[in-house]
């Protein structure tokens, strides 16, 4: 069974950057993806960004020249550096990876204040 384990929310000013990471335990072998989406009430979880065993790296275009995915699904390690910060980023971050079928985190809360 794997185990997601995140760190890094909390709260921050506009403008500001959080880094948030994530370590899958328990895990048998290297992920084929590992990603980390984000909800807020009402909505269904959006991806956010993702590396691939590849290498390969996907971003939403709210994303792209902000965030930065970091880490290796080879290792089963990964973070995500949040700069330049806007109000609509809040929202719970949920790590995943997939490996026999999609594994997600707890989720950790991201608020940014005015």
């Known amino acids: 069974q794997v185990q997601l384990v995140e760190s890094g929310g909390g709260l921050v000013e506009a403008g500001g950057s959080l880094t948030l990471s994530c370590a899958a335990v328990?895990?048998?072998?290297?992920?084929?993806?590992l990603g980390w989406y984000r909800q807020v009430p009402g909505k269904g979880r959006e991806l956010v960004a993702s590396i691939a065993k590849s290498g390969e790296t996907n971003y939403a275009v709210s994303a792209e020249g902000r965030f930065f995915i970091s880490g290796s699904s080879k290792r089963n390690v990964i973070s995500l550096e949040m700069n330049s910060l806007k109000l609509e980023d809040t929202g719970v971050y949920y790590c995943s990876g997939r490996w026999d079928r999609d594994y997600w985190g707890q989720g950790t809360q991201v608020t940014v204040s005015p």
């Open positions: 328990g895990a048998a072998g290297s992920s084929e993806r």
